[in-house]
């Protein structure tokens, strides 16, 4: 099976990302944000890193990139995608994922190993993980408070669409601990944290971060 | 030449860390007379002529589109004589 992992200019970690699909088990294939090409691809990893430089707000301007107009459509049909970090906010901007992702409470870019706690392993990303299972893989962010309205909190926690949270002290904010929800499907996947550099322990806190990618080849299978 | 205005700002129910921590620096410089601060954005866009109704409209809509993001922010747009 093929996946896709989308570079746009400033994007750091689709390197890593494709790395970690292939650990996975499945096919990294590069795409690029200027093509409205998706390359067949079945399952789409949007990376972490700055894409645009994080200008105007982080992800605004990456959701027009023609790529992105490809992503949205499918996803919507049902295709996996996983956000990682400015990923995420991508998501979030591009109206894929409620909410938003907003400076960390305490304005300090966060550079750390995190335990996190995977509270929904239904999703086509974390259908790996045992239910309640606890991971240690890096958070690495500026802006990564999870905030939205009342309503749209009650709507996530009520339908299971938090896929993890943050296990201890809230590192930056984000509602509920949130670190990671999913859409209505389950088939798109948002997560503020990244599993990508932790898939082996040479170089990363664990190998932990590995389920994820493991999770979309059984999601394809069933 | 008009100047179309469009200020940016947080909801006020949504928490601003920087806001936050400028109200705590001005204490320290000596300034005392901030309850709270809120940071924004504003935007400066130059347009030819006088802007029309439907210019306007469409400067809303950019608003709506990029410039914010309604799940998170409010919008005002004016023009500056």
Same mark, same amino acid.
């Given at each position: 099976m093929r996946v896709g992992v989308i570079t746009f200019p !400033? +994007? %750091?970690?689709d390197r890593d990302a494709a790395r970690a699909v292939g650990a996975g088990g499945a096919e990294a294939v590069a795409l690029w944000h200027g093509d409205a090409d998706l390359k067949s691809v079945d399952a789409v990893v949007l990376p972490g890193g700055f894409s645009y @430089?994080?200008? %105007?707000?982080?992800g605004a301007i990456s959701r027009f990139a023609p790529v992105m107009q490809l992503v949205i459509e499918a996803a919507n049909k049902g295709m996996p995608v996983l956000g990682i970090c400015n990923g995420f906010q991508v998501l979030c901007e591009s109206h894929l994922l409620p909410g938003a992702l907003t400076r960390n409470s305490d304005l300090h870019f966060l550079c750390r190993d995190q335990e996190i706690e995977v509270?929904?392993?239904? +999703?086509a990303w974390t259908n790996s993980f045992k239910q309640g299972e606890k991971v240690v893989i890096p958070l690495k962010n500026g802006e990564g408070s999870f905030q939205c309205d009342d309503q749209t909190l009650a709507m996530l926690e009520g339908e299971g669409r938090v896929i993890a949270r943050y296990v !201890?002290?809230?590192?930056? !904010?984000s509602r509920n601990l949130i670190a990671g929800i999913s859409n209505a499907k389950g088939n798109v996947v948002g997560l503020?944290? $990244?599993?990508? $550099?932790?898939?082996?322990e040479l170089t990363g806190p664990?190998?932990? @971060? %590995?389920g994820f990618f493991t999770s979309i080849l059984n999601a394809m299978v069933k | 030449m008009a100047k179309i205005v469009v200020d940016v700002m947080l909801k006020p129910e949504i928490l601003d860390p920087q806001g936050n921590a400028v109200a705590a620096a001005l204490p320290r410089l000596g300034f005392n007379f901030a309850k709270s601060v809120r940071q924004g954005k504003r935007f400066e866009i130059e347009i030819d002529g006088e802007p029309t109704p439907a210019q306007l409209a469409e400067v809303e809509k950019a608003a709506e589109v990029l410039l914010s993001n309604p799940v998170i922010e409010n919008y005002v747009v004016r023009v500056e004589k």
């Amino acid at each position: 099976m093929r996946v896709g992992v989308i570079t746009f200019p !400033g +994007t %750091l970690d689709d390197r890593d990302a494709a790395r970690a699909v292939g650990a996975g088990g499945a096919e990294a294939v590069a795409l690029w944000h200027g093509d409205a090409d998706l390359k067949s691809v079945d399952a789409v990893v949007l990376p972490g890193g700055f894409s645009y @430089g994080d200008y %105007l707000r982080c992800g605004a301007i990456s959701r027009f990139a023609p790529v992105m107009q490809l992503v949205i459509e499918a996803a919507n049909k049902g295709m996996p995608v996983l956000g990682i970090c400015n990923g995420f906010q991508v998501l979030c901007e591009s109206h894929l994922l409620p909410g938003a992702l907003t400076r960390n409470s305490d304005l300090h870019f966060l550079c750390r190993d995190q335990e996190i706690e995977v509270v929904n392993n239904q +999703t086509a990303w974390t259908n790996s993980f045992k239910q309640g299972e606890k991971v240690v893989i890096p958070l690495k962010n500026g802006e990564g408070s999870f905030q939205c309205d009342d309503q749209t909190l009650a709507m996530l926690e009520g339908e299971g669409r938090v896929i993890a949270r943050y296990v !201890g002290e809230n590192p930056n !904010g984000s509602r509920n601990l949130i670190a990671g929800i999913s859409n209505a499907k389950g088939n798109v996947v948002g997560l503020m944290p $990244h599993p990508e $550099h932790a898939i082996n322990e040479l170089t990363g806190p664990s190998a932990q @971060g %590995l389920g994820f990618f493991t999770s979309i080849l059984n999601a394809m299978v069933k | 030449m008009a100047k179309i205005v469009v200020d940016v700002m947080l909801k006020p129910e949504i928490l601003d860390p920087q806001g936050n921590a400028v109200a705590a620096a001005l204490p320290r410089l000596g300034f005392n007379f901030a309850k709270s601060v809120r940071q924004g954005k504003r935007f400066e866009i130059e347009i030819d002529g006088e802007p029309t109704p439907a210019q306007l409209a469409e400067v809303e809509k950019a608003a709506e589109v990029l410039l914010s993001n309604p799940v998170i922010e409010n919008y005002v747009v004016r023009v500056e004589k």
